[in-house]
């Protein structure tokens, strides 16, 4: 006997404008199972989980719950159905504390009607004791890692009671080891028959969790599967449509390195004694778990995290102790934060977001705007943003489009030192590739490229030398030449 | 909308319709279509309303209005506020008369100097909301106090009834034989020019994105601090030309602070759609906002019927009723829902 579905969708479609984002699409999750969803950049995915939490009620097909056919007509009025929604970009409110944030417009009263503290506290210190994380729920958010923000909004999900929990991309920001912890927690909930929705573009990953696997291409639905009747490799077929070509440019050897970055005893509170060099032609990963201060060196090379002592020179000129963004600018560091909410002007075009950082060079005074244009397009396409319409806001790209036109802005006017957070955080199997690609192509021109990311694999794939941060101390510095895999990493931190 | 037999699998990029279009532009023309009805309704109620003479009387009352809200669109697009403006009218045209009438000293230093005072107090409202992170909210409370509190001190609490040729040429000139006022066309000036700096320039740009996103801006190497502080400069002389002009209509130098003016500013330039969030608007919206604003207070003039002592009391319904129709028309409450 088969259970009936928790939930079915049939033949969605969905448009935006003119834009086709979901074409008959069906769509169902069972009991206890979790079904991943995996596809491209802008497949459609996030569109379909916002339909099924109510955020989109405007599309046509059927949705049925609980084997009746339902209209949700806001995310509060899913929630109420138990359907719990973790979106691609956090929506935590980091001025309250981590315990408030738990328990967001649901904190618990006491007898006499006020909000009941101390239980509030103690809640959300044992949940998130059984979660492994030790900290104080009585800090605001903010004081934490985008990790534990993430985790903090996983938990206030499941203890909203949701039977249905999707999540968008929940790893895309976490550690290997928090990756772990959610992974048994997925088993957990698993066992307490509750459903999950599990979108990632990390498909090792997909495997280890999944029960049945449904693959977005162009908005349509190419199939779905059992998880033991696929592979990575086939997934990656379906999902591109194509072989993939997994090789990046291969590294060209530089005869002569010359120093182009050197960083000397750089101290904040979030780092201390920070010594690297990265050369002209040369890629340095900056590896460390979430937390570890690694993107507060990278945010500090670029003028925007405060430092208390050190020294930076760049190309045989030092900074000064404390410079602005455009200083850094002036002199060549480009630097892409691992937040695209924090970098980009969503309500704003896409060449408007490529050109900004460089609107002094392209004009004194009045930007041309087809000058603009005629700049942002070909850094578009390097790095093939879709849609590629330069006047499209960047709000209505998908996340990783998003990422894309964060790297695309600092193509246009080549930088000497490239810093980079996360540079291929919710990228598809293809997209990352070409991203990785552009920062080799980088490095094989002869320019310097710091990688700073929590993803092993991405800091493998690129990094001619890697250096491991742990706790705001550099722990170790090793050479990459294939010789190292991702376990040797996790292991140094 | 029916589906679509299609031969090559894949998205399909499909116009919106006609008719979609047309909604959508319509609705970004809210304010034009509060203006149009304001208009029809007054000029079918009174039969004044519509006289050349008294167009150029809507003109005239904006005028002083139309320059605080040039300003005051720089600081809102920054997503800051500046609550000192009316305070700044008045320390204005103390100051430009103190010096003309009391210490005589001859034109245009009473004038240049007012202008500079205003200017630099709105530097140090600048200053005081980025490099001392005091909310503007709260820094031009506090000016507005300095402001106004400087100019009952200086007045010594008494009306100044000397005004300079300067003063009176700003205030009641015409330009020429025709009966434009010289007001009218500098308020028209500055909504000009802030418009084009607004629209086509680099610093125009970095206002918005400023008011957008400030953090990004700042990713993007955007000294948002400076632009800030510059916004607030730039209100800080609207306002001192405000003054300027206001004295000359009034022919005389009055300590007391008009309180109105920072009402009806603000509400012009929101009422046109400039966001208080920041990074939303821009001068044709204030433009829109000023005559809707204009058209309302002037239009209720000219129906003898109403009780004067509840004109104000209509022109906050009627204000709160166009915000909400302009709110609720182009879309913006109920688009994102996330
Ligand atoms: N609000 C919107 N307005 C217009 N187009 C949109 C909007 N939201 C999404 N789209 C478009 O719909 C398509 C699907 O986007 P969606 O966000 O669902 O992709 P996704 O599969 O989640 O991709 P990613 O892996 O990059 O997050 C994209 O082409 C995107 O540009
Ligand atoms: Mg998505």
């Known amino acids: 006997m088969t259970p009936t579905p928790v939930l ?218 059992k998880q033991e009747d696929t592979s990575v490799d086939h997934l990656i077929s379906l999902i591109l449509g194509r072989e993939v070509n997994a090789t ?149 790209l998908s996340g990783g489009n998003q990422q894309k036109v964060a790297i695309a802005r600092w193509i246009t006017f080549p930088p000497k030192l490239f810093v980079v957070s996360e540079p291929t955080r919710g990228m598809d199997v293809g997209a990352k590739n070409e991203v990785l690609g552009i920062l080799r192509n980088f490095r094989n021109d002869g320019f310097g490229v710091l990688v700073v990311s929590s993803e092993p694999e991405t800091v493998l794939a690129v990094a001619d030398r890697i250096i491991i941060m742990s706790r705001g101390q550099i722990v170790s510095e090793l050479e990459n030449q294939g010789n190292l895999d991702k376990d040797a990493l996790m292991r140094l931190l | 909308m029916t589906t679509q037999t299609e031969a090559v699998p894949g998205r399909t990029t499909q116009a919106p319709s006609t008719t979609e279009i047309w909604l959508r532009r319509a609705r970004a023309l809210a304010p034009l279509w509060t203006l149009l009805a304001l208009g029809l309704f007054f000029s079918l109620a009174s039969d004044t309303f519509l006289r050349p003479i008294n167009l150029n009387n809507i003109l005239v009352q904006v005028s002083t209005l139309a320059l605080l809200g040039t300003g005051l669109t720089f600081v809102l697009l920054t997503g800051e506020i500046d609550l000192s403006i009316a305070a700044m009218v008045t320390f204005v045209g103390v100051v430009a008369a103190h010096l003309f009438a009391n210490l005589e000293i001859p034109e245009p230093w009473p004038t240049l100097i007012a202008l500079g005072a205003a200017t630099l107090l709105g530097l140090v409202n600048g200053i005081a909301t980025t490099k001392f992170r005091i909310p503007s909210f709260m820094a031009t409370l506090a000016m507005s106090l300095i402001a106004s509190g400087l100019a009952i001190w200086i007045s010594q609490g008494r009306i100044i009834f000397e005004i300079s040729e300067v003063s009176r040429f700003f205030g009641s000139g015409r330009v020429g034989d025709t009966g434009i006022r010289v007001l009218t066309v500098v308020a028209a000036s500055a909504l000009l020019v802030a418009f084009l700096v607004l629209r086509y320039t680099r610093f125009g740009r970095y206002v918005y994105m400023t008011g957008a996103n400030k953090s990004a801006a700042r990713l993007a190497g955007v000294n948002t601090d400076n632009i800030t502080i510059a916004a607030l400069v730039i209100c800080g002389f609207t306002a001192g030309l405000a003054g300027l002009v206001n004295v000359g209509r009034l022919g005389s130098a009055q300590p007391q602070v008009i309180n109105s003016f920072l009402i009806d500013a603000i509400g012009a330039v929101v009422l046109g759609g400039t966001a208080l969030t920041g990074g939303r608007g821009g001068i044709i919206q204030t433009v829109f906002g000023l005559l809707i604003y204009g058209t309302l207070r002037n239009g209720l003039d000219n129906i003898p019927q109403i009780d004067p002592f509840a004109k104000e009391f209509i022109t906050g319904v009627v204000l709160l009723f166009a915000l909400v129709v302009n709110v609720v028309f182009s879309g913006r409450s109920s688009r994102d829902r996330t």
């Open chain 1, 248 to 396: 990046l440019p291969s590294a060209t050897e530089h005869e002569d390195k010359q120093t182009l970055l050197e960083v000397r005893d750089l101290c904040s509170d979030a780092f201390n004694h920070i010594d690297l060099v990265v050369g002209a032609g040369e890629v340095l990963g900056l590896y460390g778990a979430v937390g570890a201060g690694h993107f507060d060196v990278a945010r500090a090379l670029f003028g925007m995290y405060r430092v208390d002592g050190g020294v930076i020179i760049l190309d045989g000129h030092e900074f000064p102790q404390r410079f602005s963004a455009s200083y850094a600018i002036k002199r060549g560091v480009a630097y892409a934060t691992e937040s695209r909410r924090k970098s980009l002007m969503l309500e704003e075009a896409n060449y408007r977001n490529i050109t900004l950082p460089h609107l002094g060079r392209i004009a004194r005074i009045v930007p041309n705007r087809k000058r603009e244009v005629d700049i942002a397009e070909p850094a578009m396409q390097m790095v093939n943003v879709q849609p590629p319409d330069p006047h499209n806001a960047v709000g209505k």
């Open chain 1, 8 to 225: 079915e969708l049939k033949n969605i479609s969905k448009r935006f404008g003119g834009l086709q984002a979901l074409k008959n699409v069906t769509f169902d999750l069972y009991p206890g199972e979790t079904h991943a969803l995996v596809g491209e950049n802008g497949a459609g995915k996030s569109t379909l989980m916002r339909i099924l939490s109510g955020v989109y009620s405007d599309y046509e097909g059927e949705y049925i719950l609980d084997g009746e056919p339902t209209l949700l007509r806001s995310p509060a009025d899913a929630q109420a159905r138990g359907i719990g929604m973790i979106h691609q970009e956090l929506s935590v409110l980091p001025e309250l504390s981590v315990a408030e944030n738990v328990f967001l417009g649901r904190q618990p009263l006491t007898p006499w009607g006020s909000i009941d503290w101390s239980k509030m506290y103690r809640i959300a210190d044992e949940e998130l004791g059984h979660l492994g994380f030790e900290i104080n729920v009585k800090r605001p958010l903010e004081d934490y890692s985008l990790g534990i923000q993430q985790v903090v909004e996983v938990l206030r999900v499941i203890l909203s009671g949701a039977r249905v929990l999707i999540m968008d991309e929940p790893t895309s920001a976490l550690s290997p080891a928090e990756v772990e912890r959610l992974i048994e927690l997925i088993s957990t909930l698993r066992q307490q028959q509750r459903s999950i929705i599990y979108i990632s573009h990390f498909l090792e990953e997909v495997m280890r969790v999944a029960d049945r696997i449904t693959v977005l291409r162009d908005g349509q639905k190419v199939d779905t599967l």
